[in-house]
């Protein structure tokens, strides 16, 4: 892998081998890799945790439009008290601000504050670094539209053909 060190599970130590076995193990070693070098890539660059980061991009990418903590929770699969805790901590250093909605009082729009916009453009390139490592490694259209579209396919019929129940209570898009 181009950039996001490439490990081959030869490897791996034995008990780590034998330890992962099975898509859905699999699944979740690699989603935890990716956040953990693309937290350590954000913090490097703007001092802002992982969660952090994705309140101030998806804030970031609905501007001018107003946010919500709502949509938050809705995007980001967080529950109100985490969004409300990221943002109480963006607030802090103030990289976002949040006001009551015009629209409707018992609302409070979030938007990014110069600060914040600044901290999201010194962090945007991690993000870029870990999508150019992952076409290197896994081929140059690895971040086509197409490929997004299977992989958001694959994670929602996965949703789907596990057991319903279980992902009743789980809060995620």
Known sequence: MTGLNARNPSDEP???RAASTGVATELLMAGSELAQLLERMVRSRSDLSLHQFNVLRTIGARAPAATYASDLTRVLGMSSA??????QQLEAQALVERSASEADRRRRVIRLTSGG???LAAALPALDHVERGLEGALGAGAGSAAVQGELRAMRLALRQA???EDWENCVGP
């Not at 985490?82 to 943002?87: G, M, R």
């Open 14 to 16: 034995p008990a780590e």
């Open 117 to 119: 916009e600044e901290a």
């Open 162 to 164: 596990l057991a319903v």
């Open 82 to 87: 985490h969004a409300t805790t990221v943002l």
